[in-house]
């Protein structure tokens, strides 16, 4: 019997670990933005050069400061452990995903305010987190600090969800090529609420201003109003950062809202676009 035992522990535990690695495969396979090597920034001097640019958006044209912001990210700049950027522990949803069985298949859906995410940080903005949000309220400053003109967030975008299917075991590995980035940019004098808000990365992306033939509006600059139609992919973009400081512990007060039913959103941004 002890023999017995042991032998079914023994084999528990090698179906246990089957059944990691099967799950480890099926996320990587599921994955379109992962890549055979890590993707991390090569060309040192090029980010060197434009990091200075990068950190302030109100000095230069916007179309100009669009291509400058790709070629960082594009660069894998904001990936530069050595000079101190850190990211998300992994790929998370912005929002519930729900799977559904029919018989024997299982279909899911995603209700997520855009795709699964990861977010970087630059040094600045490491440091404000750390010391403005810590882990434990009660460490909380009385006086909460302002967060430094420079400072960046960068969220990364990943397709298809739900986030699992992009948790493989090197984060590195992920390229955003399909979804692109959103960037916040802090720079307090530029805007009434602080911030460069742009959102680039994705593979064949060109600046949208001057706007095209269309007149779409522009993704990228301060206070920027998202609407639908074409840049409906990004529509979400800037409010899931713009609120992800303010609303990251449950005891901070939240904003109030209402379930918004399928298709209601794009609705009223096709309405708002027509009586503009």
């Given at each position: 019997?002890?023999?017995?035992?042991?032998?079914?522990?023994?084999?528990?535990?090698?179906?246990?670990?089957?059944?990691?690695?099967?799950?480890?495969?099926?996320?990587?396979?599921?994955?379109?933005?992962?890549?055979?090597?890590?993707?991390?920034?090569?060309?040192?001097?090029?980010?060197?050069?434009?990091?200075p640019?990068?950190r302030?958006?109100?000095?230069?044209?916007?179309?100009?400061?669009?291509?400058?912001?790709?070629?960082?990210?594009s660069?894998?700049?904001?990936?530069?452990?050595?000079a101190?950027?850190?990211?998300?522990?992994?790929?998370?949803?912005t929002?519930?995903?729900?799977?559904?069985?029919?018989?024997?298949?299982?279909?899911?859906?995603?209700?997520?305010?855009?795709?699964?995410?990861?977010?970087?940080?630059?040094?600045?903005?490491?440091?404000?987190?750390?010391?403005?949000?810590?882990?434990?309220?009660?460490?909380?400053?009385?006086?909460?600090?302002?967060?430094?003109?420079?400072?960046?967030?960068?969220k990364?975008?990943?397709?298809?969800?739900p986030?699992?299917?992009?948790?493989?075991?090197?984060?590195?590995?992920?390229?955003?090529?399909?979804?692109?980035?959103?960037?916040?940019?802090?720079?307090?004098k530029?805007?009434?609420?602080g911030?460069?808000?742009g959102?680039?990365?994705?593979?064949?992306?060109?600046?949208?201003?001057?706007?095209?033939?269309?007149?779409?509006?522009?993704?990228?600059?301060?206070?920027?109003?998202?609407?639908?139609?074409?840049?409906?992919?990004?529509?979400?973009?800037?409010?899931?950062?713009?609120?992800?400081?303010?609303?990251?512990?449950?005891?901070?007060?939240?904003?109030?809202?209402?379930?918004?039913?399928?298709?209601?959103?794009?609705?009223?941004?096709?309405r708002?676009?027509?009586?503009?």
């Open positions: 019997m002890p023999y017995s035992s042991s032998a079914s522990r023994r084999a528990l535990l090698i179906a246990v670990c089957l059944g990691v690695l099967a799950g480890s495969a099926r996320a990587a396979s599921l994955c379109a933005d992962e890549q055979p090597t890590p993707q991390l920034p090569t060309d040192l001097a090029l980010c060197a050069e434009l990091d640019i990068v302030k958006p109100n000095a230069l044209p916007l179309n100009q400061y669009e291509r400058q912001l790709n070629r960082y990210v660069a894998m700049c904001h990936r530069n452990f050595a101190g950027w850190q990211r998300d522990k992994t790929v998370r949803d929002g519930p995903f729900v799977a559904t069985q029919t018989g024997t298949t299982w279909t899911g859906e995603a209700f997520a305010t855009h795709a699964p995410v990861l977010i970087w940080y630059s040094p600045e903005m490491m440091a404000w987190l750390l010391a403005n949000r810590p882990s434990d309220p009660a460490q909380t400053p009385a006086q909460i600090a302002p967060i430094p003109d420079g400072a960046i967030m960068v990364e975008m990943y397709s298809p969800p986030a699992s299917a992009c948790r493989i075991d090197d984060l590195t590995r992920l390229r955003p090529n399909t979804q692109g980035v959103a960037v916040m940019v802090r720079d307090s530029a805007a009434r609420d911030w460069f808000w959102a680039v990365g994705w593979a064949g992306y060109q600046p949208d201003w001057p706007p095209p033939a269309g007149n779409t509006p522009a993704l990228a600059g301060f206070g920027r109003a998202i609407a639908g139609g074409p840049v409906g992919r990004a529509a979400a973009v800037a409010y899931g950062v713009r609120h992800a400081v303010g609303l990251r512990r449950a005891a901070r007060r939240t904003l109030p809202g209402s379930v918004v039913k399928r298709g209601e959103l794009a609705g009223h941004a096709a708002g676009e027509a009586s503009r």
